[in-house]
């Protein structure tokens, strides 16, 4: 069974940077295209930001919300993907889930807030 | 920027049909997915590829297209099937994932 397990998210100051970390089991990471979708409280879902597969040539496509201050990145040694946040503002509020769709994490919680 | 357009809610009856749809200009050419997702939990993949079940997903959910809407079609509801249920897809280009606004399903 695949297993997607997200960590990182913190409260932060709003302006501030974090960095969420998702790691699988079951799952070569790289070999996956890899999104981050999040969830503002009782609010839907919203895709964020993916990484092709290695294969695929590793590129990268961001939401306009988020593009420019957030970026995507794998560690293939550690089987690990990496959300590099900046510039985060209130509306980053949520709770950050990183998928393939087939199988999805319990989420971190990311709280901007000053 | 590309939109999937979801009713806010849903309401039947135990055993009755609940359809649940999902428009946008781009569905004749990109596949649509649908979750489920319960308080407090997780997404849950329920049909991929617009028709597709993944193995451990109950006959009772299916999924059906016709151009522009495609449909999540609950048979037999129970009342453990209230939920939110979302559609998934992607722009004509094929750039951005798009998720529908979210549709309550209320088991009356």
């Known amino acids: 069974d695949v297993q997607m397990f997200e960590f990182g998210g913190a409260l932060v100051k709003p302006g501030g940077s974090l960095r969420l970390s998702c790691s699988a089991s079951?799952?070569?990471?790289?070999?996956?295209?890899m999104s981050w979708v999040r969830q503002a409280p009782g609010k839907g879902l919203e895709w964020i930001c993916r990484t092709r597969s290695k294969i695929d040539g590793g590129t990268t496509d961001f939401a306009a919300p988020v593009k420019g201050r957030f970026t995507i990145s794998r560690d293939d040694s550690k089987n690990t993907l990496y959300l590099q946040m900046s510039g985060l503002k209130v509306e980053d509020t949520g709770v950050y889930y990183c998928?393939?769709?087939?199988?999805w994490g319990r989420g971190t919680l990311v709280t901007v807030s000053s | 920027s590309y939109q999937l357009t979801q009713p806010p809610s849903v309401s039947v009856s135990p055993g009755q049909t609940a359809r649940i749809t999902c428009s946008g200009d781009a569905l004749p050419i990109q596949f649509a997915y649908w979750y489920q997702q319960k308080p407090g939990q997780a997404p849950l993949l329920l049909i991929y590829k617009d028709t597709e079940r993944p193995s451990g997903v109950p006959e009772r959910f299916s999924g059906s297209s016709s151009g522009t809407i495609h449909t999540l079609i609950i048979s037999g509801v129970q009342a453990g099937d209230e939920a939110d249920y979302y559609c998934q897809s992607a722009d004509s280009s094929s750039t951005y994932v798009v998720f529908g606004g979210g549709t309550k399903l209320t088991v009356l």
């Open positions: 079951g799952l070569t990471l790289n070999d996956a295209w």
């Open positions: 998928t393939q769709f087939d199988f």
